[in-house]
């Protein structure tokens, strides 16, 4: 499969990441993302045929049409969903809406991590983790020996992990839910994903007002007048104390938020040493 050369004079420039930027096409319902100069035309293929395995095993996400190249930036060209939002939008847009969408979050990520993946075209979550650990001299010598012997015991579950997982990476229509961003989507057991999505909802937390949203709450002042003042509220905390709700549903009742974190520690203290 190769690369496509696109004429940005047919598309609107409507985004920008970290790494990449994004263009809508002016008559079609496409979306080219370009990575920065400088990401290697190899990586770019490799996230779009990860994202195409994805596409074909039927887990809900845009379809992956192409490889383009404006000549100097490599990346692909995906369908676009118009009028789309992402789970993060319509929180901070309809934040009475937290408990519903972080539950929905919940629901959707356990549904992914029970489908079965294609291991013949996906890569196991343990193995990276154990290639790292293997061929890098970043920790300790015993710290290493701790954490290869628990990988060994981690199982190597065939079934679906996102990589990423996180409300930012989830979008609707109203009609479709779809997941994005599946560049590192993988197989394994669940809590790898689990460990991910705790680093985020508690770290993120603590960075300040850009991971908060304001909420409206009535209050009664001392004359009786009822009015309103904004609240911060760590966001990313709050949706990780939904989540039990919706993750382990199948429990009669409430999951322990102190065992969700019983469940990830093992694997988040690998993941922190990424």
């Known amino acids: 499969m190769d690369y496509q050369k696109i004429d940005l004079n047919e598309y609107n420039r409507?985004?920008?990441?970290?790494?990449?930027v994004s263009y809508t096409h002016k008559t079609r319902n496409t979306l080219a993302k370009l990575y920065n100069p400088g990401f290697e035309a190899d990586r770019a293929k490799q996230e779009f045929l990860i994202a195409r395995s994805v596409f074909d095993m039927g887990i809900p996400t845009p379809e992956p049409i192409r490889l383009v190249t404006d000549g100097e930036r490599f990346g692909a060209e995906y369908e676009l969903i118009p009028g789309k939002?992402?789970?993060?939008?319509?929180?901070?847009?309809?934040?009475?809406?937290?408990?519903?969408?972080?539950?929905?979050?919940a629901r959707l990520a356990r549904k992914l991590h029970e489908t079965k993946a294609d291991i013949t075209k996906l890569s196991s979550y343990k193995q990276r983790i154990l290639q790292f650990y293997s061929?890098?001299?970043?920790?300790?010598?015993?710290y290493k020996r701790r954490a290869l012997g628990f990988l060994e015991r981690v199982?190597?579950?065939p079934t679906c992990v996102h990589g990423d997982l996180q409300i930012g990476n989830i979008i609707t229509?109203?009609?479709?839910?779809?997941?994005?961003?599946v560049g590192e989507f993988g197989y394994g057991a669940p809590e790898w994903d689990?460990?991910?999505?705790?680093?985020?909802?508690?770290?993120?937390?603590?960075?300040?007002?850009?991971?908060?949203?304001?909420?409206?709450?009535?209050?009664?002042?001392p004359t009786g007048i009822s009015s309103s003042r904004p609240t911060q509220v760590p966001l990313?905390?709050?949706?990780?104390?939904?989540?039990?709700?919706?993750?382990?549903?199948?429990?009669?009742?409430?999951?322990?938020?102190?065992?969700t974190w019983h469940i990830t520690r093992p694997f988040l203290k690998l993941l922190s040493r990424k």
């Open 14 to 20: 409507t985004g920008e990441g970290g790494t990449a």
């Open 85 to 105: 939002r992402s789970f993060t939008r319509i929180i901070s847009q309809e934040p009475e809406r937290l408990e519903e969408i972080s539950i929905e979050f």
């Open 135 to 142: 061929e890098k001299n970043l920790v300790p010598d015993e």
């Open 155 to 157: 199982p190597d579950t």
């Open 173 to 181: 229509d109203g009609k479709r839910t779809l997941w994005i961003d």
């Open 194 to 221: 689990l460990s991910l999505m705790w680093t985020i909802c508690n770290n993120m937390a603590r960075k300040g007002p850009m991971t908060c949203f304001t909420l409206h709450t009535k209050f009664s002042s």
């Open 236 to 259: 990313t905390v709050r949706l990780w104390e939904s989540l039990p709700n919706g993750y382990f549903r199948s429990m009669r009742s409430s999951f322990p938020i102190s065992m």
